[in-house]
């Protein structure tokens, strides 16, 4: 079966310091892998890759058959990839609404001319789509908020959706549940499993919390130190003795 | 008595309608790219000087304004691509490109003089300023209400740009956070290169008017673009309303001044009235300051 997302041999270093070595990892059309690992295992760096944030030192890393690597961030995007941030990285002081219009943007006409005439029945369509994702995250009693005084929990959705609106064949997830209370924790997976069923995007998600991870995933990468060490099924995975000692120390 | 402080109050709405577009050029390249443009007011000399030479060769003034606005625009995106892109990927710093912009006014200094000479000329303008109409008690003249109208205009159709098109949406995006509006796609590069566009052609607008009020030199712009940078600082350097209102305050405040204390002390006061208000506070009076989540 061919990969929708291959990442080969790829290695990153900034200076002396080895952010990732020869990791090598697959994602099949429509599964969910998680990517666990200790802090500073290179969980965010591999994504930061990925998304051409950072320039790899060497490997490769492939997108529906293309090479992915001499893209910018924002080509990355328009061919289908979209990603949230473990620390949030919204448009503050616009509205939760303007997000998600801020990630219909690749979906206007490319035409300057359109784009400052505001065609109406465009407008329309963006509205509803974005609409949708607003009732599917629950964001409607703060549609009009500055997203900047929304509660954490609630920016953490927004987030989510803004990446949504971007209507990815793949999400990159760093961190989707970190910094939420138990109970927002249990919302946000059920979200995430929806996403699947609902809307058919394939996930790649970063968490330390194992339990979620293992919930959602199907399959599950370990990182430690910028070395994968363990892959499989979840129960396998957290099993692996590296996995443990990684996790617990020696 | 009420007259004459309408009268003064109203020639400053008029200079401050015209360093309300200075400082709105000066707080769109800031708010998006956090770089002064020092290079701000002499785009807009020598976009003015383009008008001029196509006004005395009797092109119609629609035509002039019109290829100053583009080349004013034009000097902008290229300088934005040409040398700021380049520097950001040679891993200059932002002093280093603050300073870029000082190296692009000098240059453009230069070839003014060297194309136009250093001799002041009147610049052939449409609208006159002898032409007055009254109000009641007060007296108007026509290059007044124009430039009024012209800073309305600009000021409008910024906001009109920046708040209800896509490309605002992106611009506003971009400037909030580059690597959050990448990740959505947006192409980053490109739209801060057209807020270097519009913001240099609101400079340009800024300077067409002002020409026909003075003389024009190679440096007839550099106290209207200091008198902007002070109105956007005390309106707050990343907010757009507050470099209107930054403007309007200090074209009447000086107005004021020249009328009731002396002339000489036109300029100080208002610059003055800056210090107390960033004494009190400092990120002017409708800036946010930029929160840093890390």
């Known amino acids: 079966m061919e990969a929708l997302l291959e990442v080969r041999e790829l290695s990153l270093r900034f200076g002396g310091i080895t952010a990732l070595s020869q990791i090598g990892l697959a994602v099949a059309e429509g599964e969910t892998l998680a990517v666990i690992g200790p802090n500073g295992s290179g969980k965010t760096s591999l994504f930061n890759c990925i998304t051409s944030i950072y320039r790899p030192t060497s490997g490769a890393i492939s997108f529906r058959g293309e090479p992915l690597t001499r893209h ?14 473990q620390n949030l990285r919204l448009f503050h002081n616009m509205s ?32 509803r789509r974005c609409e949708e994702i607003v009732e599917f995250l629950n964001l409607e009693p703060v549609r009009k908020t500055r997203a900047g005084d929304c ?49 058919g995007i394939t996930i790649l998600l970063v968490e330390h919390d194992l339990r979620v991870a293992s919930r959602l995933a199907g399959r599950m990468v370990a990182l430690d130190h910028g070395v994968k060490i363990a892959e499989g099924t979840p129960a396998a995975v957290q099993r ?9 120390g020696e | 008595m009420m007259d004459r402080f309408l009268q003064y109050g109203l ?20 708010r998006s790219t956090r770089v002064l443009n020092f290079a701000h007011g002499d785009i807009a000399t020598l976009a003015t000087f383009v008008s001029y030479s196509l006004l005395s060769n009797h092109y119609s003034f629609p035509v002039a304004f019109l290829a100053s606005l583009l080349v004013g625009g034009a000097v902008g995106i290229a300088f934005y691509f040409g040398v700021l892109v380049k520097a950001q990927r040679e891993g200059a710093n932002l002093l280093g490109m603050v300073i870029l912009t000082l190296g692009l006014a000098l240059i453009i200094q230069g070839v003014v003089v060297w194309w136009w000479g250093a001799e002041p000329v009147s610049l052939p303008f449409p609208i006159s300023d002898t032409t007055t109409y009254r109000f009641g008690g007060v007296v108007v003249s026509q290059l007044s209400l124009a430039t009024m109208a012209a800073g309305l205009v600009g000021s409008v159709l910024l906001y009109l740009l920046v708040q209800r098109t896509r490309l605002g949406l992106a611009m506003r995006a971009t400037s909030e956070n580059v690597m959050a509006a990448q990740t959505l796609g947006i192409p980053t590069r490109l739209v801060l290169g057209l ?5 240099s052609a609101l400079g340009v607008v800024a300077g067409i008017f002002l020409a026909p009020a003075l003389l024009l030199d190679p440096f007839f712009m550099l106290d ?65 300051e930029f929160k840093e989540r890390v």
């Open chain 1, 72 to 85: 910018s961030p924002d080509e990355v995007t328009r061919l289908g990839i979209a990603r949230t941030f």
């Open chain 1, 96 to 127: 939760v609404l303007d997000n998600l219009m801020v990630g219909r943007h690749l979906h206007f006409r490319k035409n300057l001319l359109a784009a400052v005439l505001r065609l109406r029945g465009e407008e329309t369509r963006h509205r």
């Open chain 2, 195 to 199: 807020s270097w566009g519009v913001a």
């Open chain 2, 11 to 30: 020639t400053g709405l008029s200079a401050g309608s015209l360093y309300a577009l200075v400082a709105l050029g000066l707080v769109l390249i800031y």
């Open chain 1, 151 to 199: 509660p954490y929990g609630v920016q953490k959705r927004v987030e989510l959706g803004r990446a949504l609106a971007t209507e990815p064949r793949l999400l990159l997830l760093d961190e989707p549940v970190s910094g939420l209370t138990q109970e927002e924790k249990e919302e946000f997976a059920y979200w995430i499993h929806e996403i699947r069923g609902r809307f």
């Open chain 2, 224 to 288: 209207p673009f200091l008198k902007g940078f002070a109105a956007a600082v005390l309106g707050g350097l990343n907010s757009l309303p507050g470099a209107v209102v930054g403007a309007l305050i200090l074209g009447v405040a000086e107005s004021l001044a020249g009328a009731y204390l002396t002339i000489q002390f036109k300029n100080t006061l208002a610059f003055l009235i800056i210090i107390v208000v960033l004494l009190v506070r400092p990120e002017g009076l409708l800036g946010k």
């Open chain 1, 240 to 248: 692996h003795p590296d996995v443990i000692k990684a996790y617990l």
